[in-house]
């Protein structure tokens, strides 16, 4: 088990280092990446570690004008609408993240037999902020190239392929265990779109990946469990939406499945928490296999006890 968001947001530890250092700073600090990547296993005891990194890490390091703006998330100054905009998107280079590998290096010492869990963003939610210029509810922009310009979309989705497999790749020769995509948006498409326009892509990089665990996670997802089954992952992400047993039912055989319970539960009393998470143990036993997790990112205003509480279930159960 290991919570998403762990190392960041709501953890008193994490606001006192992260005081007066910007989001893409920390995030370019070996020395802050290790502290923050160990917080979480030192309070909670789960049993992986996340890297402290971004998803939009890769793209600042090949010269994208971006910024992660407090209480926004990731903006971009020149979206990327045309053939031109494309051209702005270099491979990325072992090179353009020595930040990454100096902390993956160091954080195998300190985590010792904890794995770290090293991680991307997918091409669809790249690409959103991207061409969107920051955080989108529709992302109408995406989906208008992604249906009227589907050559400009592909080649995008192609250039955003070969930089996030080469980031995975850096992760993964620098010592993480495991890999994480990051599709967070994809909830947006529907399944027949998913195999059409976004498939292609997601089974290259899991293909370009077969030495680690393979994990891919979205949100919204309910109706593309089998599709984002068939990508190539070893481990399908569930929400909260779904629960585990039906999810299994959607996955197919061959894949694990990791969540699923709703990070709002956490703000809620102990014994509903208590409750909610013994549900997504006992329905999880449906699958080949199950990574015990939230349904999407801890929130902010979580109670660091009752995440402990529950590392503390989880383990006992
Ligand atoms: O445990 C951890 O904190 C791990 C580090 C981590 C990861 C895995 C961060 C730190 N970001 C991410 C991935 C990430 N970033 C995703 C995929 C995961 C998810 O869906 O939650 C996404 C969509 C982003 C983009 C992003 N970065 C957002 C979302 C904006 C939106 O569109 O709603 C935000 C708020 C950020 C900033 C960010 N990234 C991470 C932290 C701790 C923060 C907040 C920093 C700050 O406010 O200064």
């Given at each position: ?55 939009v ?15 926004v998330g990731p903006v971009v100054?020149?979206p990327i609408r ?39 963003g997918?091409?669809f939610t790249l690409a959103s902020y991207l061409i969107e210029g920051g955080p989108s509810k529709n992302h109408d922009r995406t989906k208008a190239m992604m ?37 967070s948006w994809v909830g947006a498409v ?29 949100v919204g ?97």
């Open positions: 088990m290991w919570f998403m968001r762990q190392a960041g947001r709501s953890l008193p530890e994490y606001l006192k280092v992260r005081e007066g250092v910007p989001m893409l700073q920390a995030c370019a600090t070996p020395d802050l990446i290790v502290e923050i990547t160990m917080q979480p296993v030192r309070r909670y005891g789960v049993d992986a570690a996340i890297f402290f990194s971004d998803i890490v890769p793209l600042k390091a090949i010269g994208i004008d971006l910024d992660i703006k407090p209480g100054a020149d045309d053939a031109a905009g494309l051209e702005t998107l270099r491979p990325l280079e072992p090179g353009d993240v020595p930040y990454v590998t100096e902390a993956i290096g160091a954080l195998a010492g300190e985590l010792g037999a904890t794995p770290l869990i090293g991680f991307a997918a091409p249906y009227g310009e589907p050559k400009l979309w592909h080649a995008l989705m192609d250039r955003l392929t070969g930089i996030v497999l080469e980031h995975l790749r850096i992760q993964i020769r620098a010592g993480a265990s495991a890999v994480q995509l990051f599709d529907s399944a027949a779109d998913y195999r059409e326009f976004i498939l292609p892509h997601t089974s290259r990089i899991f293909a370009g990946v077969p030495e680690v665990p393979r994990i891919h996670f979205g997802t309910g109706e593309l469990l089998g599709v984002l089954g068939e990508a190539g992952a070893d481990v399908v992400g569930v929400d909260w939406r779904v629960p585990l047993d039906e999810a299994a039912r959607r996955v197919g055989p061959g894949r694990a499945l990791q969540g699923n319970l709703d990070p709002a539960i956490l703000l809620a009393p102990w014994d509903v928490v208590e409750t909610r998470a013994l549900d997504v143990l006992r329905r999880g036993r449906a699958a080949e296999g199950h990574i015990f997790n939230l349904g999407h990112g801890v929130l902010p205003s979580t109670d660091p006890d009752q995440l402990k509480r529950l590392t503390e279930l989880v383990h006992s159960a």
